[in-house]
């Protein structure tokens, strides 16, 4: 079979060929519409190894051409894959030479997540390789699979550059389904993934807090390290949803560097809605070195790229962007506890039309409104929200009795409009 193109692929998806799950390559009627790429060439062959794991009539030989680095191959099935509960693969595979990865990618409508293999480890023999996707960013809404042997080695166009696959089926992980991350962001929870994906030379991991001290006692932080030479390095996280920055534009984190004068360059990227164009980012000085800081970001002026949006579901890291790593203590920097802080600026009408009493308040805050009271949220003064409340009246009365004592921020929505009162609690 020639390779197929893209339009060809779409007529036989329209014919009602398209496939699904568990995946053999065994049918004569169905013609398996993959899509070729960057040099791999996939092709539809009588098995010419039948033998151990692998018995079946027919596989999927894919050859990667000269010079090709990135080559590979990918299939559209009938519908979006469903990784609800079932959040493993398997496929057999049969490589020329041991010690070869294969990448098992996913694409479509959502952002692609991608598991590289364990090495094969014997030459010219079937063995199953295992993807397990338990704990990763994934989505419902992808439906192409994408199949990438030896990624970053260019091929050679000949039978050591000829890999066989078969037999792609799906099934239940042995362990828990995480759940991906929302704002605010502190790496403590264990039913939660936190899916980083490392470019250019940084590498982030979830450890046990090696500070612990300061602003910063919490028991697991994020650890990001700059390799020697590079300049860009950074780390992308998956979020749950996109980020709503409607409420407030500034983001709040602490921070832990070996070096004062560093910085750390927030971006929020990966609009489902307009992934080109989306992005936006600014970047705070991190002044002290060997101690734990909090950075603000305030998102409402100076930002980089494009305006503020409400689609954006990636956080982007960079520390100390533009300046080579090291790959040693003097690059590797800490940060945790992500979130929102308390927008002052967004007032839209005159407080004078709201009243809140007493203040300092001990167990019970009053507050009255002109209009109807559409929601009132109680921040700390680290953005954190304490207390939310939906009255619909024009005067209500919150509890604040188990509130610690300190200074908050009452966000009162009324008649559409927004107000940010404060007030302490002792």
């Known amino acids: 079979m020639k390779k197929i193109t893209l339009i060809s692929a779409l007529l036989l998806l329209s014919l009602g060929y398209a496939q699904s799950l568990p995946l053999d390559f065994e049918s004569s009627t169905t013609p398996y519409p993959f899509i070729d790429f960057d040099g791999g060439v996939a092709t539809k062959i009588s ?26 191959s990918k299939i559209t099935m009938a519908a979006p894959l469903d990784l609800t509960t079932e959040r493993v693969f398997k496929v057999k595979v049969l490589s020329p030479v041991a010690g070869k990865k294969l990448l098992l990618k996913f694409e479509g409508a959502g952002s692609s ?18 993807f397990d996707f338990s704990s990763d960013a994934v989505n419902n809404v992808n439906n192409q699979i994408v199949f990438i042997f030896d990624m970053g080695t260019q091929g050679d166009g000949s039978p050591s550059s000829t890999y066989l696959f078969d037999d792609i089926t799906q099934m239940a992980g042995t362990g828990p389904v995480l759940q991906l ?21 940084g590498n982030t991991t979830v450890i046990p807090n090696p500070q612990q001290s300061g602003i910063n006692t919490s028991a697991t932080v994020a650890q990001m390290i700059k390799f020697p030479g590079e300049v860009y390095g950074g780390s992308i996280i998956q979020m749950a949803n996109p980020i709503d920055f409607s409420t407030s534009k500034i983001i709040k984190l602490k921070v832990w560097s070996p070096v004062a004068g560093k910085t750390l360059r927030l971006k929020f990227e990966g609009s489902p809605v307009d992934p080109d164009y989306g992005a936006f980012e600014k970047e705070a000085i991190i002044t002290n070195a060997n101690i734990w800081e909090e950075l603000t970001f305030d998102y409402n002026v100076d930002v980089i790229g494009m305006p503020v949006n409400n689609n954006d579901n990636k956080i982007v890291f960079f520390f100390d962007f533009g300046t080579q790593g090291d790959g040693g203590p003097n690059s590797t920097y800490l940060f945790d506890d992500i979130h929102f802080a308390v927008d ?9 039309k709201i009243k809140m009493y007493p203040n300092p308040v001990a167990n019970q805050l009053i507050i009255e409104s002109e209009k109807e009271i559409q929601k009132i949220t109680i921040y700390t003064v680290l953005g954190q929200e304490v207390v939310t409340q939906n009255p619909y009246c024009t005067s209500t009365t919150l509890q604040t009795n188990t509130l610690q004592n300190g200074v908050y921020f009452a966000k009162i929505n009324s008649n559409d409009k927004e107000s940010t009162l404060k007030f302490i609690k002792e």
């Not at 098995?47 to 010079?67: D, L, W």
């Not at 002052?344 to 004078?352: G, I, N, Q, R, W």
């Open 47 to 72: 098995n010419p190894y039948v033998s151990g794991i692998n018995v079946s009539a027919n596989v999927m030989q894919i050859v990667k051409g000269a010079g090709a680095v990135w080559a590979g």
């Open 113 to 130: 997540f991608e598991k590289l293999s364990a090495p094969i480890t014997t030459a010219n023999v079937w063995e199953e390789l295992t």
């Open 181 to 201: 991350p929302e704002l605010p962001l502190d790496f403590e929870s264990t039913l939660v993934s936190y899916p980083f994906v490392d470019f250019a030379g």
């Open 344 to 352: 002052l600026k967004t007032t839209t009408f005159e407080t004078s």
